[in-house]
T-cell receptor, first 116, second 113 residues
Framework: ETGVTQTPRHLVMGMTNKKSLKCEQH?????MYWYKQSAKKPLELMFV???????ENNSVPSRFSPECPNSSHLFLHLHTLQPEDSALYLC???????????????FGNGTRLTVT | DQQVKQNSPSLSVQEGRISILNCDYT??????FLWYKKYPAEGPTFLIS?????DKNEDGRFTVFLNKSAKHLSLHIVPSQPGDSAVYFC????????????FGTGTRLTIIP
């Protein structure tokens, strides 16, 4: 398998549920990212990991909890979400977090999350 | 306040003609610009980029133009093909950084056969 793989593709959860999104990259990249895409809004960066260390947290509510156990895997743990958290969650990776010049982002196909 | 703006949510172009997608930015610190293409049910894929030291970059049918004084860039696709129908996102970064990449809201391009 090549590229960036996200599971599940679709997720419906209640506000009291706990669920996790999974991302795996097969590109040998050193940096991984979580983005959120809401309807008619730009992609919003949520978290950045470089060499398994979190380097960016864009004021994301604590009900979103990332985990990066190794350079190939990234999780987003979800609990007590709100209906406004319904969105497309995209995982991405790049060779180097500091240079988009020679290392553009490679995205997964996303998880479409609906919070009821 | 959106720092990268794509003011046209959608665009329809006849097959074989030129498609021109526009993007405006407000942050003068941006020095690197990228275009991503997204098909339904797929993630965005990198298409073409340009750094602020250039005003044009060409890759096959795709050309990106940068006008720094106007803080404007455009993506030209010629000739347009049905497979080009997708949503196109403009993105910009300062100091070439991936973690500070700022995206626009996208333009949906439809190529009419």
């Amino acid at each position: 398998e090549t590229g960036v793989t996200q599971t599940p593709r679709h997720l419906v959860m209640g506000m009291t549920n706990k669920k996790s999104l999974k991302c795996e990259q097969h590109l040998g990249h050193n940096a991984m990212y979580w983005y959120k895409q809401s309807a008619k809004k730009p992609l919003e960066l949520m978290f950045v990991y470089s060499l398994e260390e979190r380097v960016e947290n864009n004021s994301v509510p604590s009900r979103f909890s990332p985990e990066c156990p190794n350079s190939s895997h990234l999780f987003l743990h979800l609990h007590t979400l709100q209906p406004e958290d319904s969105a497309l969650y995209l995982c991405a990776s790049s060779q180097d977090r500091q240079s988009s010049y020679n290392s553009p982002l490679h995205f997964g196909n996303g998880t479409r999350l609906t919070v009821t | 306040d959106q720092q990268v703006k794509q003011n046209s949510p959608s665009l329809s172009v006849q097959e074989g003609r030129i498609s021109i997608l526009n993007c405006d930015y407000t942050n003068s610190m941006f020095d690197y610009f990228l275009w991503y293409k997204k098909y339904p049910a797929e993630g965005p894929t990198f298409l073409i980029s340009i750094s602020s030291i250039k005003d044009k970059n060409e890759d096959g049918r795709f050309t990106v133009f940068l006008n720094k004084s106007a803080k404007h860039l455009s993506l030209h696709i010629v000739p347009s093909q049905p497979g080009d129908s997708a949503v196109y996102f403009c993105a910009a970064s300062a100091n070439f950084g991936n973690e500070k990449l700022t995206f626009g809201t996208g333009t949906r391009l439809t190529i009419i056969p």
